[in-house]
């Protein structure tokens, strides 16, 4: 009879439990271990992996829109630098207080209020397809009030953008009237995604309870409903304020250079605040699924 080496079989048996350990770290329907605990029980969050998959991202996005990367990050620099604009000399805050005090605001409010009783009287006047003698004497009447508060409102317009080229563009008058209306649009943004998300959770509500899904799927759906109500409403008011934002910077009579400075200053500015904005309400909402999901595993 043949005898086996002893050394031989310890080889086999070696070479055997090496590939049944590469096997199963192949294998992708082994079980994996549990979740590693902290000392209250706590499940530890590995966000490595996230984190690296986020900056790898943001990498190759800004290696490939280099002018939005770059647009944002000037936004970034300018809401740090400029501030609230420069301060008014005293020279300066004398000559646009006696500009200012030049504007006659009662005959713009009186002749506002005789267009107003003008432009009743035409409408009681009129018929639906026709127009009598009355009416024409109304018209002609309410035509001459509008003519009237038209050259007033014109004329306030020139000598305040009179008293704003005193003051400049990047002055803090300049730089207040431009986060005023930031602000403004801002804000109109928010109060349409609440009001949005309000109607859209009572319809998704009656929705989920006529198909009977579960709350954790009406939640979900919720979540990315009131992110992108919160997208639409806060981009849509930021492209309407850049839109408005020229006649802003107009009216202070810069040179075109100023203007195109100011301008593209004010528009990343902007830009960067909403994106930042966007960005931290992703990054909240994906953060806490992240350990819902986490506790849900380790449970």
Same mark, same amino acid.
């Given at each position: 009879?043949?005898?086996?080496?002893?050394?031989?079989? @310890?080889?086999?048996?070696?070479?055997?439990?090496?590939?049944?350990?590469?096997?199963?770290?192949?294998?992708?329907?082994?079980?994996?271990?549990?979740?590693?605990?902290?000392?209250?029980?706590?499940?530890?969050?590995?966000?490595?992996?996230?984190? =690296?998959?986020?900056?790898?991202?943001?990498?190759?996005?800004?290696?490939?829109?280099?002018?939005?990367?770059?647009?944002?990050?000037?936004?970034?620099?300018?809401?740090? @630098?400029?501030? !609230?604009?420069? +301060?008014?000399?005293?020279?300066?805050?004398?000559?646009?207080?006696?500009?200012?005090?030049? @504007?006659?605001?009662?005959?713009?409010?009186?002749? %506002? =209020?005789?267009?107003?009783?003008?432009? *009743?009287?035409?409408?009681?006047?009129?018929?639906?397809?026709?127009?009598?003698? /009355?009416?024409?004497?109304? +018209?002609?009447?309410?035509?001459?009030? *509008?003519?009237?508060?038209?050259?007033?409102?014109?004329?306030?317009?020139?000598?305040?953008?009179?008293? +704003?080229?005193?003051? $400049?563009?990047?002055?803090?008058?300049?730089? $207040?009237?431009?986060?005023?209306?930031?602000?403004?649009?801002?804000?109109?943004?928010?109060?349409?995604? +609440?009001?949005?998300?309000?109607?859209?959770?009572?319809? &998704?509500? &009656?929705?989920?309870?006529?198909?009977?899904? !579960?709350?954790?799927?009406?939640?979900?759906?919720?979540?990315?409903?009131?992110?992108?109500?919160?997208?639409?409403?806060?981009?849509?008011?930021?492209?309407?304020?850049?839109?408005?934002?020229?006649?802003?910077?107009?009216?202070?009579?810069?040179?075109?250079?100023?203007?195109?400075?100011?301008?593209?200053?004010?528009?990343?500015?902007?830009?960067?605040?909403? %994106?930042?904005? /966007?960005?931290?309400?992703?990054?909240?909402?994906?953060? $806490?699924?992240? $350990?819902?999901?986490?506790?849900? *595993?380790?449970?």
């Amino acid at each position: 009879s043949k005898h086996t080496d002893p050394a031989k079989g @310890i080889v086999r048996n070696q070479g055997k439990a090496q590939r049944n350990t590469t096997d199963k770290m192949n294998n992708p329907y082994e079980q994996q271990p549990p979740p590693r605990q902290g000392q209250h029980g706590q499940v530890a969050l590995d966000t490595s992996n996230v984190t =690296t998959l986020i900056v790898a991202g943001a990498k190759s996005f800004a290696k490939k829109h280099k002018v939005i990367t770059g647009s944002y990050l000037f936004g970034l620099l300018i809401l740090l @630098i400029v501030g !609230s604009g420069t +301060k008014l000399t005293l020279e300066q805050q004398r000559q646009y207080n006696h500009i200012m005090s030049t @504007i006659d605001v009662n005959a713009e409010y009186d002749a %506002s =209020t005789r267009y107003g009783h003008a432009l *009743q009287a035409y409408k009681a006047s009129k018929g639906w397809f026709t127009c009598d003698s /009355l009416c024409q004497r109304n +018209k002609e009447r309410m035509e001459r009030a *509008q003519y009237d508060l038209d050259q007033l409102r014109a004329e306030g317009y020139n000598r305040m953008s009179d008293a +704003k080229a005193v003051a $400049g563009i990047f002055s803090e008058v300049g730089v $207040g009237e431009v986060k005023d209306s930031f602000w403004e649009y801002f804000h109109a943004g928010k109060r349409f995604a +609440k009001r949005q998300s309000m109607w859209d959770a009572m319809f &998704m509500g &009656m929705r989920s309870m006529s198909r009977d899904e !579960s709350m954790v799927e009406y939640m979900l759906k919720m979540l990315i409903q009131v992110l992108i109500n919160f997208s639409l409403g806060l981009i849509m008011c930021l492209f309407i304020f850049i839109f408005g934002l020229w006649s802003i910077v107009r009216s202070y009579q810069p040179n075109p250079l100023t203007a195109v400075a100011f301008f593209l200053s004010a528009a990343c500015a902007a830009f960067a605040f909403v %994106s930042t904005y /966007l960005f931290l309400i992703y990054g909240a909402a994906a953060g $806490g699924l992240y $350990g819902a999901a986490k506790i849900i *595993q380790a449970n």
